[in-house]
């Protein structure tokens, strides 16, 4: 994969707490490997491995870096803004499997796509019952409020922080019926499938991106 020059747009100045993240115009990727990695679906490390002895941390527009052979995540094909309703797929079904970590959508009986997943943690689970899908944001900024993320309960603090892949909900936010309960991206790709979130259902940016094209505002979110 060759580094297009439009690659350093999606790349920027970082920080690690909200109250420094809401200053920032965009929340981008922090490096071009970084960029790179999300893009074909790989950690940082894999791919430093799969170029030795290239160094990655000095990545240019132009440069040719070895990369898995996926479908690759296209951030520049997504446009902020709301999803509108799709009729086709009105009759799909959404699951969320919490023990196995997985979101199923399934269609007359028929498994259309199978996605990993970090559900709630113990702490906040994610709500065990039938929902349904109440919009879907892409490139959403978020409202990052202690008291939801901590007790589920809204406070009068929070940090807007802006849109942007390394937003804590990534690219997507997919609003359930269930108040402040969504399926969404991440800004921590590595913890997909493994660690525990805050009573949502987060996926990894790319999968996030195919999800919101397999469904549409309406359909049934059954987690169990």
Known sequence: YTIPPEAE???????SKPSEQAKLKALNYGSLLEFVAERFHSAEDYLRKLN???????????????VPNVVPFKIEDLHEGFVQP???????IVYVDTKERFLLIYENNQ??????????????????GVWKINGIA????????????????????????????????????????????GIHGTNQPETIGRAASHGCIRTANWDAARVKELVTVGNIVSIF
Do not use: C, Q
């Open 9 to 15: 747009n999606f790349v920027g100045p970082t920080a």
């Open 52 to 66: 030795r002895p290239m160094n990655l941390d000095e990545l240019k527009p132009g440069d040719t870096v070895k």
């Open 86 to 92: 799709n009729p086709a797929f009105a009759n799909r």
């Open 111 to 128: 498994l259309v796509a199978e996605f990993p997943i970090t559900p709630g943690s113990t702490k906040l689970p994610a709500p065990i």
């Open 138 to 181: 892409v490139l959403p900024v978020f409202r990052h409020d202690e008291g939801i993320l901590n007790y589920g309960i809204k406070s009068d603090t929070a940090f807007i922080l802006p849109a942007g892949p390394n937003n804590p909900v990534g690219i997507l936010w997919m609003a359930l019926s269930k108040p402040h309960v």
